[in-house]
Each structure stands twice: as structure tokens, then as C-alpha cells.
């Protein structure tokens, strides 16, 4: 326990606080190193066990393992007769296209046989059409024949989920080819040499960083003075420069004006939020993810008589209740995050009050993960947030480096970062950036819940 741990005052400065300092420190430490050893666990008994046969021995002289110790340390592992286990990066996968594309279809096609069966295990009639409300307690479906089907109903849920947003102002022709969505972001052809990601928030990064560990120079253009806009200021700070030594470029407080297709590729055009002259740069690839609006065109919602806010999304009250009667609304479709597990819940929650039972979700203790390498997690509230509202907080923090397996790992980028109430020490947000925080957040989520 040799950092110091304290709470932010109004300047930001951190002052040793004695009283819960030693409590919050043990929580960081104990959320890196438990979780550590159980990932490392699990993923040692799914990836590794191939090579647990120990090598055959060889016998090697003083000059020859210092001759040895200035090799890479799997040259030295081969030398001995050791067996080499490296990682696995997923992303690095050098099938042929053909059989990553046949792979992916089946994965994908596995996973709504999985829904389909769900279905009829639990009763429940699909219909594949395109709906729209009609009136309270009537949905017209238009399948793909054109052939048309009334259902009546005692309520009506919307959950049609979330569209791309575009970039506010200007007009972007998006081809699927060359300027792509996270559409025709996970199914480029190849590997661009240099791609543009305009939006420097969750699905541009991982994307970004996909690609570019895959070999393409990549550059983020991003409005605002930091990436993962809503994220904890220190943890995106920390994580943009994790990406920049990977290799990725960073523009930041970039207004975009233009996107346009050149001989070669595309080309974005941005000027600093500022002011100042603009910039102009070209790559083979742009990426638009500048975030996701509600989807709700052609749904008959304005017919029906149901309200939306100034952003597009339906209100509702406490209970997912439009201003209509017998009319609910779910999941990005609705005020929060969009995410799928926070729809879920809602989903879950709305079913049980539906059949006349008490649904509620925590929207406090909802996690984020950012599934780049490293991971980065977060559940509860930021430091930013703490301050805003006025509340007394301390920090504890942990490093990775310091964490005797991560090092067994070689996965030391990173830290745990824990927010609790100066005078209660309850847990009011925890922070992650490492190898496997996605996995390591669940505990914290527990702990908070």
C-alpha cells in the first residue's frame, strides 16, 4: 500500500483522508488481484491446455544463459525445449476471408436459431414484417411478399432498437464500401492501409483499434477534447494514451464539415471547434461512428398519438409507460444507454409489471465495457459526475504493474479505480482499463448492487 490514496477537492487537488483511505485501497487491490487470478484461470484452462506437456531439458552453461537473456523471451523458451504459450489475439486471425465470412454467417445464424428457439420453447409466435401502429391494441405487419397482417393486442411494446446517427450538419453519403457505418465496418474486404474513424467514442474505437492492430494506419477525428466522451476524464486520458503508442493518430476538438469519396478512397474535411483553418486528409477507408439515434420512422407513432422528446426518443414514465394507454417503449428506443443488457433489463422489468408484479432496474449499476486491448470497463459514476452533484468522495487506485500476475501475464497496462462516499465508504463507481475488465467489472457491479 505504498500509493497514496484521497478525495478530489473543488481544484481537483488530492488530499490523504485517513478515515476510509485504507478500506477504498483494499477494494482496488482486492477487484485487480482476485479478478486477475480467476481470469487468468479460466482462460489458462480454455486456451492453454495443449500446452501443458512440459519440454524436453537441456543442460546450459553460465555464458550461454547470459548469452540467452539478451533473446526475446520466447527464443530463449524454444532454446531450452520449452514449450512457447503465447496470447491468443482473436483479431489475428489468418484464415482465408472465405472461411472467416463462412464462420461469421454461422455464428450469426446460430444465435437467431437460438432466439427462434426461445420462441417456441416459451410459447411466443414470430412474425417477420416490418410493423406499425394503427391504434392502441393494433399493429399492421408488412412481410416481405407485400402481403399485409392486423394483430390486436391488450399492449403494444416498441423496442425497434436504434439507427446510425450521421454527423449533425453535414450531409455524408454512406456506401457501405468505402465511407462505412460499424455496418460495413466489421465486413471490409480487406485491410485498408489507412482509415479514417470519425468519432472518437465507443464503436469507433473498437473498430479502430481492430483494424489497426490488423496493419492499417489508423486517425480518429473526434469534436470533442477527449474520447469516450461520458467515461471517467482520467480513464480516457490514461486509454488514449495506450491507443496513441499502438499506433493510432488523435484529432481532437475537430469539427467535421465534409465527407467525400476521392480517386483513391475518401477524404474528411475538418476545422478545430474553435476556430481556425481546416484540415483535410485522405485514406482508403472512412469509418462514421458519431453515435446511434432512436429508431422510430414509419412505426405510426405520430398517428398513434405517442410523444417524443426533442431527441427523438419516446417518453415514458417510471413503469415504460408512453402517454397512451396500452403503449410501452424499451431499449435504445427510450431515454439512457444504449446498450443491450440495459435493454434487457428493461425488457425483463416491463414483462413482470405487465403481469402485475414489481419490475425495476438499477440504472445506477449498469456496466460499460469498450472491447478494444485493453478492455476498459465502468459501472456507477464518474469522478466528473461526483463533482457536479456535490458529493464527498475518496479514491483508491490500483495499478496493474504492480499486481504480481498481471506481470505473470505480461498484461500490466492498466489500472482499478474505485470511487466510495467520504463518510459511508459505499461504493459509488468503479473504473477499469486492462486486460480483461470486461470480465472483471461484473464483481464490481455486484459489490454496488
Known amino acids: 500500500m505504498a500509493h497514496d490514496v ?49 519440454g524436453p531439458t537441456h543442460e546450459v552453461d553460465p555464458a550461454g544463459v547470459a548469452h540467452e537473456r539478451d533473446q526475446p523471451r520466447h527464443r530463449q523458451e524454444r532454446r ?24 461469421a454467417a454461422r455464428v450469426a445464424h446460430a444465435n437467431v436459431e437460438g432466439v427462434a428457439f426461445l420462441f417456441k420453447k416459451n410459447k411466443i409466435d414470430g412474425i417477420q414484417g416490418t410493423g406499425k401502429i394503427l391504434a392502441p391494441g393494433k ?69 479502430g483499434s481492430v483494424w489497426s492492430r490488423l496493419g492499417a494506419k489508423v486517425t480518429v477525428v473526434e469534436f470533442l477534447d477527449k474520447i469516450l466522451g461520458p467515461m471517467d476524464g482520467e480513464v480516457s486520458k490514461q486509454f488514449q494514451k495506450m491507443l496513441a503508442k499502438q499506433g493510432l493518430d488523435f484529432k481532437l476538438s475537430a469539427k467535421v464539415t465534409a465527407v467525400e469519396k476521392a480517386d483513391n478512397g475518401a477524404k474528411v474535411t475538418f476545422e478545430p471547434v474553435k476556430g481556425g483553418d481546416a484540415e483535410t486528409i485522405e485514406a482508403d477507408i472512412v469509418l462514421i461512428s458519431t453515435g446511434r439515434k432512436p429508431y422510430t ?40 444507454l444504449m446498450l443491450a443488457h440495459k435493454a434487457e433489463d428493461e425488457g425483463v422489468a416491463l414483462a413482470e409489471i405487465l403481469a402485475g408484479q414489481a419490475g425495476h432496474v438499477n440504472y445506477d449499476v449498469i456496466p460499460s465495457v469498450v472491447y478494444t486491448q485493453p478492455e476498459v470497463a465502468s459501472v456507477g459514476k464518474t469522478e466528473e459526475e461526483l463533482k457536479k452533484d456535490g458529493v464527498a468522495y475518496n479514491v483508491g487506485k490500483f495499478p496493474f504493474m504492480a499486481n504480481g500476475r498481471a506481470r505473470a501475464m505480461e498484461t500490466t497496462d492498466g489500472f482499478v479505480k474505485v470511487l466510495a462516499d467520504k463518510e459511508t465508504d459505499r461504493v459509488l463507481g468503479v473504473h477499469i482499463v486492462g486486460f480483461g475488465a470486461g470480465e472483471m467489472i461484473h464483481e464490481a457491479a455486484v459489490l454496488m448492487e
Not at 316 to 334: L, M, P, Q, R
Open 6 to 54: 484521497g478525495h478530489a477537492n473543488e481544484n481537483g487537488a488530492n488530499h490523504c483522508h485517513q478515515t476510509g483511505s485504507v478500506r477504498i485501497k483494499a477494494v482496488a487491490h482486492e477487484v485487480g488481484n482476485r479478478c486477475f487470478a480467476e481470469l487468468s484461470q479460466i482462460r489458462n484452462h480454455q486456451g492453454g491446455q495443449q500446452n501443458e506437456a512440459p
Open 139 to 207: 399493429v399492421q405487419v408488412t412481410k416481405e411478399d407485400g402481403s399485409t397482417e392486423e394483430l390486436e393486442a391488450k399492449n403494444i411494446v416498441i423496442a425497434t432498437g436504434s439507427d446510425v446517427a450521421g454527423i449533425p450538419g453535414v450531409d455524408v453519403e454512406i456506401d457501405e464500401e468505402t465511407i462505412v457505418s460499424s455496418t460495413g465496418g466489421i465486413a471490409l474486404k480487406k485491410v485498408p492501409e489507412k482509415m479514417i474513424v470519425v468519432g472518437g467514442g465507443v464503436i469507433g474505437l473498437e473498430l
Open 297 to 336: 420512422e414509419g412505426l405510426g407513432l405520430e398517428q398513434a398519438g405517442v410523444k417524443l422528446d426533442d431527441r427523438g426518443r419516446v417518453e415514458i414514465d417510471n413503469h415504460f409507460k408512453t402517454n397512451v394507454d396500452g403503449i410501452y417503449a424499451i431499449g435504445d428506443v427510450v431515454k439512457g
Open 80 to 103: 531450452r525445449g520449452h514449450p512457447v504459450r503465447r496470447r491468443r489475439d482473436p483479431v489475428g486471425d489468418r484464415r482465408h476471408p472465405a472461411a472467416r465470412d463462412v464462420e
